[in-house]
């Protein structure tokens, strides 16, 4: 362990992270180096700050990185429509690979020659943080504590926490919540308690961001939402940056009871996990997205897309956002986005976003050949006969040698 002289821990200044930052300068006898990382957590992030220099900690970073993680990895994320297993929007998965990266920005800095994390030895964080500090800097030393430690409960943290004097709110601590709650920008998740019970249904004050869709308003809310080359720019003719977009959509989707999810996933590490979750303003910008492309796509584009879909989404659950294959498919999903642009028009009713208008200057829909009027020529009927018979050949063959 003495090869480890500088260490960059990921530090909230909770109870965890709070003695993770002791556990390093007493177990490896190195300098510490806090980051913490503003994502629109919606946290008071400076206390973090007087913990780490009431820890000794000369060496501190808090970083706002709201903007960078919507502009950067959340909208190239939804320029594919990225859904895992179905339902999930990802809104843990894709914090990961900016945090990852700071760290490493944060180690060249500062000469460290190490990182760590608080992700416990359980979860997909940890092959998250890990998979990207290694792609981005191959000979990173990683520390991860709960893989390491004897500290396996809540009392036995608690109990370091008083012994060595770390500053904790030990009478705040020592409430334990009953879910695991992660917040961004992009979702809140809920984890443990009686969702451990895949059976049970969440209680209703566990929810942070959203009313009931029953208890939302009984009028709807009428929204307008401009794209361009993939991305939403405009909400109602107001031009916005990529984080005003995001927390004005959560505010908008969860007045109106949009974005709760309740699921069972597959780990990437191997077990399967329920948890639930609040992405009002992401739920609103896959829906419209998706209405956008409709019109600008050409269909077999578009269709490509889909089936690349479940496998980009599943290298960012598992990890994979710095890896090759990610940044060729990134490469392929941002040129078809060039001409994905326009305005949706969107109705938000009750856990429901409906679209019920989007127009493009760049639309690939042809009143003039669609309507079920008279088209005045502009598309011939008779050519429908020979186009069936040729996609109907192999057929009609294989049916003539069964016949026999």
């Known amino acids: 362990m003495a090869d480890v002289k500088k260490v960059v821990l990921a530090y909230s200044g909770g109870l965890d992270t709070s003695i993770i930052l002791k556990w390093l300068q007493d177990t490896y006898g190195c300098e510490v180096v806090t980051f913490t990382a503003d994502i629109g957590q919606g946290e008071e992030l400076e206390p973090a700050r007087a913990k780490a220099k009431a820890m000794g900690v000369k060496e501190i970073y808090i970083d706002d990185l709201r903007e960078e ?19 999930y929007l990802l809104g843990t998965s894709i914090a990961r690979p900016l945090i990852a990266k700071r760290l490493i920005e944060i180690a060249n800095e500062t ?6 994390h608080g992700a416990t030895g359980k979860g997909n964080d940890q092959v998250r943080f890990e998979l990207g500090a290694y792609a981005l800097k191959p000979g990173v030393k990683v520390i991860a504590p709960w893989r390491e430690w004897d500290l396996t409960s809540r009392e036995t943290l608690m109990a370091y926490a008083e012994k060595h004097k770390i500053p904790v709110d030990f009478k705040k601590a020592g409430k334990k919540s009953p879910y695991s709650m992660d917040a961004n920008l992009l979702h ?4 443990g308690g009686v969702l451990e019970d895949p059976w049970c249904e969440p209680e209703e004050d566990m929810w942070r961001w959203s009313v009931s869709p029953d208890k939302a308003p009984d009028a709807p809310t009428y929204i307008e939402i401009g794209y361009e080359k993939g991305d939403p720019v405009t909400l109602n003719g107001e031009r916005l940056s990529p984080a005003t977009m995001l927390a004005t959509l959560n505010k908008l989707g969860g007045a109106n009871g ?11 590490v191997g077990m399967k996990s329920r948890g639930a979750y609040e992405t009002p303003g992401g739920t609103i910008m896959l829906r419209a997205h998706r209405a956008i492309e409709s019109i600008t796509l050409d269909r077999e584009v578009a269709h490509l897309k889909d089936d690349l879909m479940p496998r980009y989404a599943s290298l960012i659950y598992n990890g994979y956002w710095w890896s090759p294959e990610r940044k060729m498919m990134q490469t392929m999903i941002d040129e078809s986005q060039q001409f994905v642009n326009g305005t ?12 019920v208008g989007r127009k493009s200057d760049d639309s690939l829909f042809d009143a003039t050949i669609a309507t079920f009027e008279d088209d005045a020529g502009a598309y011939n009927q008779k050519d429908a006969e020979g186009f069936i018979k040729l996609n109907a050949l192999r057929m009609r063959i294989a049916a003539r040698k069964r016949g026999k």
């Open 111 to 116: 000469g460290a020659d190490a990182i760590s």
């Open 69 to 87: 993680f919507v502009r950067d990895f959340v909208f190239p994320m939804f320029r594919a429509n990225t859904v895992y297993e179905g339902e």
């Open 344 to 355: 949706v028009r969107i109705k938000l009713y009750k856990g429901n976003v409906i679209v």
């Open 258 to 268: 949009i974005g709760r999810l309740d699921i069972v996933e597959n780990r990437y």
């Open 188 to 191: 809140i998740s809920y984890e």
